[in-house]
């Protein structure tokens, strides 16, 4: 499945560009379903810890070109399908489509190959291919103050790679060797595992991100348009969750254990300070990335745990927060296009437009862990997990789940209360057609968590076992 999920965007991805290319988007879109459908079925027919593709490639160096799937990636693979293919049939009317969905596909090629790599170089080489596509999406498609916007974004992430480069290098010289399955045989000293940890993690928190290093959230989620915008926040965010989780801990399992009280208290401020920022906010764009600059530090705070129902609810959130964040900003791009503005204020939306009002409520219900919605399993696993570890991180978890109210509270207030209704209509059959397959997924995973927590164990190990 592994080679499976890196041809099919790729085909899409040349078709776009041949004389073909008149049915782009329609490629785009297949090559997203044709993912999820392909994860799906070898999951069905059951999936360990995913047999392992090697080929020689540099073998001087300990480096070869190794690809597999597990539980942690192939659940991954599964929503980056999902909401590629959404985004793609969201993204109407673009200029220059052949070239823009080209590089859509292209840009879901490079997630998948960060979720199948099982080596460091081909990791690494993913992990950075991955901002071409990106950058190129939003400085040509983008919105106001695109360019600077994706120069500073640019900027930051390449500073991070810098520091993971290093750590890389270091790390794979003196083993001699790159394959994550060697690697996590090597003992390090604990002193050189805290450095090396610190060097990884400096890549990863920058594209989290982890508090303090949000700074260019908000104002990307602003700038790109909305398809590239649920991909950012839904698939490329959460790849950094799925990287801590996959490298750091199986790595450098010590180091990560002691830096776990400084990551957790950086990740508990993160969430608590999300959720405050978004209840200052009037830009919808802007409230969906505080928002989820809120989730995923709190998703970030249940990896730090490095136990078994940490692992279990960070997966969980990571699935649940995707679907959201793709829910509200389609949401929120229906209803800038009836209303020519991305103001939250005073729209009066429960009395012109109830559907919307009612998606947008199941949405925001589910950041706040409403039982029977896909937030609830997530946030109770990473509750009880900080509760093992300690009375006080458990109210910190607590506190940063406790938040959330309050965005909602304003949120709730500034559309259905706020202002007054003005004259417009509800989603359209289309866009109902984009945003209620997300919905029915969230009370889906809400509901059957186990179909997701099943798999988390497969091939990502806790602190506790890899600490030993």
Avoid: K
């Avoid at 969201?90 to 080209?102: C, I, K, Q």
């Avoid at 296009?337 to 919307?356: E, K």
């Avoid at 925001?364 to 570890?389: D, E």
Wanted: glycine share 10%.
């Amino acid at each position: 499945m592994a080679a499976d999920v890196l041809l099919i965007p790729l085909i899409a991805a040349a078709a776009c560009v041949l004389p073909i290319g008149g049915f782009a988007r329609a490629l785009a879109i297949l090559a997203g379903l044709l993912t999820t459908l392909t994860v799906g079925a070898t999951v069905w027919f059951g999936i360990g810890s995913g047999p392992v593709d090697a080929f020689a490639w540099a073998a001087p160096i300990g480096a070869e070109l190794s690809i597999g799937v597990d539980g942690w990636s192939a659940t991954l693979l599964a929503l980056s399908g999902v909401l590629f293919a959404i985004g793609a049939a969201a993204a109407d009317g673009v200029r220059s489509p052949r070239a823009y969905y080209a590089l859509w596909s292209l840009l879901q090629l490079t997630v998948a190959g960060v979720l199948v790599a099982r080596d460091l170089i081909l990791f690494f080489a993913f992990w950075e291919a991955l901002l071409v596509p990106l950058v190129l999406l939003m400085w040509l498609w983008g919105g106001v103050d695109r360019r600077a916007v994706t120069m500073r974004l640019a900027l930051v992430w390449l500073t991070g790679s810098s520091l993971l480069l290093t750590g890389i290098i270091a790390f794979g010289v003196g083993a001699r060797t790159f394959s994550l399955a060697e690697l996590s045989q090597y003992r390090l000293a604990e002193s050189s595992q805290v450095v090396l940890a610190l060097l990884f993690l400096a890549a990863f928190a920058t594209r989290l991100p982890l508090f303090p290093l949000h700074g260019w959230q908000a104002r990307a989620y602003v700038s790109a348009s909305v398809p590239v915008a649920i991909v950012l926040g839904g698939v490329i965010s959460p790849l950094s969750i799925y990287a801590i989780a996959r490298l750091c801990m199986p790595l450098f399992p010590r180091g990560v254990a002691d830096l776990a009280p400084a990551l957790i208290a950086l990740a508990s401020v993160g969430a608590l300070y999300g959720a405050f920022l978004a209840t200052r906010e009037r830009d919808t764009r802007a409230f969906a990335a505080y928002v989820g600059l809120s989730q995923l530090d709190l998703i970030a705070l249940g990896v730090f745990l490095g136990t078994p129902d940490g692992l279990a609810g960070a997966l969980v959130a990571t699935a649940s927060h995707g679907l959201v964040v793709a829910t509200l900003l389609l949401l929120w791009g229906s209803l800038a296009r009836q209303a020519g503005s991305f103001d939250l204020a005073g729209r009066g939306l429960a009395l012109r437009g109830p559907v919307r009002m009612a998606l947008l409520v199941v949405a925001i219900l589910t950041t706040l862990g409403v039982p029977g919605t896909s937030g609830a399993p997530g946030q109770l696993l990473i509750l009880a997990a900080a509760f093992v570890r300690s009375p006080a991180v458990g109210l910190l978890v607590t506190l940063a789940v406790a938040a959330a109210a309050g965005y909602a509270i304003v949120f709730l207030r500034a559309v259905a209360v706020a202002g007054r209704a003005d004259h417009g209509s509800d989603l359209t059959w289309r866009e109902r057609a984009l945003i209620v397959p997300l919905v029915v997924l969230i009370v889906a995973v809400g509901v059957a968590p186990r179909a997701i927590t099943d798999l988390s164990d497969r091939g990502i190990p806790t602190l506790t076992e890899r600490a030993r």
